[in-house]
């Protein structure tokens, strides 16, 4: 049924009593500008509802309907052979083979006014219902972690906050977390966001649809009352796993949808467009915790640990028997039609949350709205756009040993920006659920082994997954700071042995309607785009989130963060960082760059700004090393690989001996005419250090020749110190020392 008929309908919706007058005053409070509010009642003839009005705000949000960026993520490329489920759904999907998917959720938010330890369990319960409701059962969290301003005081209590509620949610749920990315910048203007990527495991066809098929199948809800209080409660979470699991294998349940941003009515209207039907909510049946909550509210209120299923037909009884066994609530809130109409009923002067309360008189209509409308017709906006003027200045280098470059590279490894992030993952749950073979701080990306089902036909896989989000580069080029960023995650599942299969992506925007964030935003989309083209990447989910009014940063901002899902083929295939036996040769595979500071980690931490001459990627030159890593692996004929990316080769050096606790003595590759500082500190992208024994110099050389990619022989493995030519020679346990303390400013 099109969508010109979907919009007409005989039905009368009658005023609540309680509820106030809709007026374009009461929309700007939700969220709609004047012209959707004129559109909203132009559209369906009269005025709305105010449950309607609710409701049309909630799916016309920023964040329900991107309806800034959508023009923009539209062009990243979302297919491939590997996609099991893509964009569109509640989570994404890769193929792993042997029919089993890894499902994969990514959500990152400001923290707006919320506080640091409850925004941080709602992005984990909200990532780990969006995986559920796939069918896949949640087993990996990674954290996306970022911290600004100079009140040493404030961050200290946001980044125990933001811990410790990552820590009583995931923690009592027993999925570990695996690894993650913290960026900590001391500017005053910088942002502070949570988030957290979430993985499960499936049988590739036991991945549940989130559609609401089958007409007049009966829609049930599970888990929480209602409530306008929205806190993630991690006793019920866990209750709700195991209740959605049990459901998903009894083959009762038809469609399933997790309910987080706008509410009931954006999960039940999402379920119905991607199905082609409608659906009819009682909301007398919603059961709920706050006496007095109006239709609008109990729509979309955004509360935690809530599914939305779709029974199949005549099964609801046993639905709702499989929930009371496991002490889950539920119950039967609605029917699929065949309108393409969001529907919903409830009886004048009847509250569920009002003990004794018995419904009495007869329901009347309270919404109804063609789902078209809500969805696919929602608003769309080509943002008016203006290109930012980065500061492309740079301060005049020092000299020969003007510097002290062995403090520089203390100062570095032991900053909260670069230093170990151990107290944070000692503070989180790194059960045996899922085997982690590489550990955060191991390698570049954790590796994972993981078993798709838990019958006779269960498979075992080895996952590598890597999440990272530095933004100083796309603060200078978005574009290219985003190709870099793509690029890198990637590298560093290969630098883990695995082949990358795909990505998901989040956005924080700091203000939609800003013209120089729309241009960061395209140019991120764009810079995303190039590199999954150049790698062969399909893009299979995404999360667009803006800032509350008033707690946007002072600059115009679209805060990237990228995560990577790679399979090994085998799982001694795997590497790791550190370097490991004496005498092994160390080679720097990649081009030896050119010393261009410009957004680097020195040069920030030295200058407070972002600045300089923005890096460039040659793309083709980066799946030329990744293509020749993979194949080293595979060949195993490396001991360690190690991306270079933030603090240079000094730091990834150094990285690598704390790792295996063991020196180094190598030569400083680059042009003799640049600084010593230029050629160990810079970021330019594309280049990996990795060791091997020296019977396998000459394949590994030959290799990378063969392939195209630059091959320099640094040194060897070996001794108490990193030595680097007549420039530094610093004790591993002075590295190692000032590495782990590096939180101790922060924490405490």
């Known amino acids: 049924m099109g969508s010109a008929n979907a919009k007409k309908s005989d039905s009368k919706v009658l005023p609540v009593q309680g509820d106030p007058e809709v007026t374009a005053a009461i929309a700007r409070e939700l969220g709609l500008a004047e012209i959707e509010f004129d559109r909203l009642v132009r559209e369906l003839g009269k005025k709305p509802s105010h449950a309607e009005l609710c409701v049309a705000a909630s799916l016309w949000s920023e964040r329900s309907a991107q309806k800034s960026s959508r023009v923009h993520l539209k062009r990243l490329p979302m297919s491939g052979p590997h996609v099991s489920e893509g964009l569109g759904e509640n989570a994404g999907a890769l193929d792993l083979g042997d029919s089993a998917s890894v499902v994969l959720k990514l959500e990152l938010q400001p923290l707006a006014s919320r506080e640091p330890n409850e925004a941080a369990a709602l992005s984990v319960s909200a990532a780990v219902r969006e995986v559920l409701a796939m069918g896949a059962r949640p087993v990996a969290i990674l954290n996306a972690l970022r911290f600004g301003g100079q009140d040493s005081a404030r961050t200290r209590e946001l980044v125990r906050g933001v811990v410790s509620g990552l820590s009583s949610y995931g923690g009592p749920l027993g999925i570990p977390t695996v690894g993650g990315d913290t960026q900590i910048d001391p500017r005053a203007d910088a942002e502070t966001l949570v988030g957290s990527l979430v993985l499960g495991v499936a049988r590739t066809d036991r991945l549940v649809p989130g559609r609401a098929n089958g007409l007049g199948n009966k829609v049930v809800l599970i888990g929480a009352k209602t409530s306008q209080q929205g806190s993630a409660d991690a006793a019920i979470g866990v209750k709700l796993i195991e209740a959605c699991l049990s459901l998903f294998d009894s083959g009762n349940v038809e469609g399933a949808e997790d309910i987080d941003v706008g509410g009931l009515a954006a999960a ?59 002490g889950v609530d539920a119950s039967v809130v609605g029917t699929v039609t065949n309108t393409q109409r969001f529907s919903c009923k409830a009886t004048a002067g009847f509250d ?23 969805t696919t017709d929602a608003p769309r906006y080509e943002r008016t756009m203006k290109a930012a003027e980065p500061d492309t200045g740079m301060p005049e280098l020092p000299t020969g040993r003007a510097l002290d470059v062995e403090r520089e590279l203390l100062r570095l490894i032991g900053s909260p920006r670069a230093g170990s992030r151990e107290w944070i993952y000692k503070q989180l749950d790194q059960g045996s659920k899922t085997s982690t ?100 990447l399909p893009v299979v989910g995404g999360d667009v989130s803006v800032a509350n009014a008033g707690a946007a940063p002072a600059r115009p901002s679209a805060t990237p963060t990228i995560a990577v899902v790679g399979v090994l083929r085998d799982p001694n295939e795997r590497l790791q960082l550190a370097f490991s036996r004496q005498a092994d040769m160390i080679a720097l595979l990649g081009a030896k760059g050119t010393g261009n500071l410009a957004g680097s980690d020195w040069l920030v931490s030295r200058t407070n700004k972002v600045s300089g001459i923005p890096l460039q ?47 180094c003595s190598v030569e400083l590759p680059g042009d003799a005419e640049l600084p010593a500082l230029a050629r160990l500190f810079h970021e330019e992208p594309s280049r990996v250090i990795v060791s091997f024994k ?55």
């Open 268 to 326: 039940a209207v999402e379920m119905a467009a991607r199905a082609g039907t409608g659906l009819e909510l009682d909301l007398d049946a919603v059961a709920r915790t706050e006496p007095g909550m109006r239709a609008g509210d109990v729509l979309c209120a955004t509360s935690s640990e809530r599914m939305l299923i779709v029974a199949k037909k005549g099964r609801e009884d046993a639905v709702l028997r499989v929930c009371r066994d496991l």
């Open 352 to 374: 569920p949350a009002v003990e004794g309360a018995a419904a009495s008189g007869k329901q009347a209509l309270v919404v109804d709205l063609p789902i078209p409308l809500l």
């Open 694 to 748: 020296p019977e396998q110099r000459e394949k590994v050389q030959q290799r990378c020749e063969a392939l195209g990619v630059p091959f320099s022989l640094l040194g060897f493995v070996g001794g108490d110190t990193l030595e680097i030519e007549e420039v530094m020679d610093v004790p591993v346990h002075v590295l190692s020392d000032t590495h782990a303390r590096a939180l101790e400013p922060v924490v405490g």
């Open 617 to 663: 990627i040659d793309l083709g030159a980066e799946v030329k090393l990744q293509r020749a890593l993979l194949e080293l692996a595979r060949d195993r004929m490396l001991s360690s690989a190690h991306d270079i990316s933030e603090g240079g080769l000094a730091v990834c050096l150094a990285e690598s001996c704390i790792a295996g606790r063991i020196g």
């Open 437 to 536: 073979l590489v550990r955060p701080g191991q390698g570049d990306a954790a590796v994972l082994r993981v078993t798709a089902g838990n019958d006779e036909q269960a498979v075992e896989k080895h996952l590598a997954i890597s999440i990272d989000g530095s933004i100083r580069h796309t603060e200078l080029d978005p574009r290219q700071g985003a190709a870099m960023l793509v690029a890198e995650c990637a590298r560093n599942v290969v630098c883990s042995g695995a082949e990358p299969l795909g990505l998901v992506h989040a956005l924080a925007l700091s203000d939609a309607e800003d013209p120089e964030t729309m241009w960061r935003v395209s140019q991120l989309v764009d810079g995303i785009r190039d590199a999954c083209v150049a790698l062969k």
